[in-house]
């Protein structure tokens, strides 16, 4: 009878750590602007922030943030945070997409653009977002990993504009 306890406890144990395991979700954000250490250092720090969020890994050669969820609303809030801390791309939890809301920019011309909270946590993050400018003179404000970025130029788009800033892996939110 004691055996047959200890293996009914056993089999329970394993079905209760199996069930946790597989309710766990890894996500995959890939393409968001991490160029250095700096740029994975506050990858970690937004995660680290997230109920439910685990194992964050920023790879800087690929391009590529990874962590474990908890469950799907923490997979979501995961992914919602690095967009609100500036960066941005597709992320995918196997493959299921994981969409989360930005501010629709409608287009408009301006010969001023600013965008806030931006990632930009060092030179080299600067230097990307200067060349997708080139034809504009482009400046920072603020302190810390999130800055205000001003273009200026002639016949700016703000959609042209936060498009070009998503495809280089960045978010922000345009100042009417």
């Known amino acids: 009878m004691r055996k047959f306890f200890a293996v009914l406890c056993t089999g329970l144990a394993t079905a209760v750590l199996c069930a946790d395991e597989a309710a766990t979700k890894k996500v995959e954000m890939k393409g968001p602007h991490i160029c250095c250490k700096q740029c994975a250092n506050v990858v970690g720090s937004i995660l680290k922030k997230v109920d439910g969020v685990s ?10 943030v990874t962590f474990t969820a908890a469950n799907d609303q ?7 945070a690095l967009v609100k801390g500036g960066f941005f791309d597709t992320a995918t939890e196997g493959t299921k997409a994981i969409s989360v809301e930005t501010p629709v920019t409608k287009a408009e011309k301006a010969d001023v653009v600013i965008v806030k909270d931006v990632h930009v946590c060092c030179g080299a993050c600067q230097n990307a977002i200067n060349k997708l400018f080139t034809d504009a003179k482009v400046s920072y404000s603020g302190k810390g990993p999130q800055r205000t970025v001003r273009i200026a130029g002639t016949g700016l788009d703000t959609g042209e504009v936060m498009e070009a800033l998503h495809k280089a892996g960045f978010n922000g939110s345009v100042e009417k």
């Open 55 to 64: 194992d964050v890994k920023a790879d800087i050669k690929s391009k590529t």
């Open 74 to 80: 923490a997979a979501k809030a995961g992914v919602q």
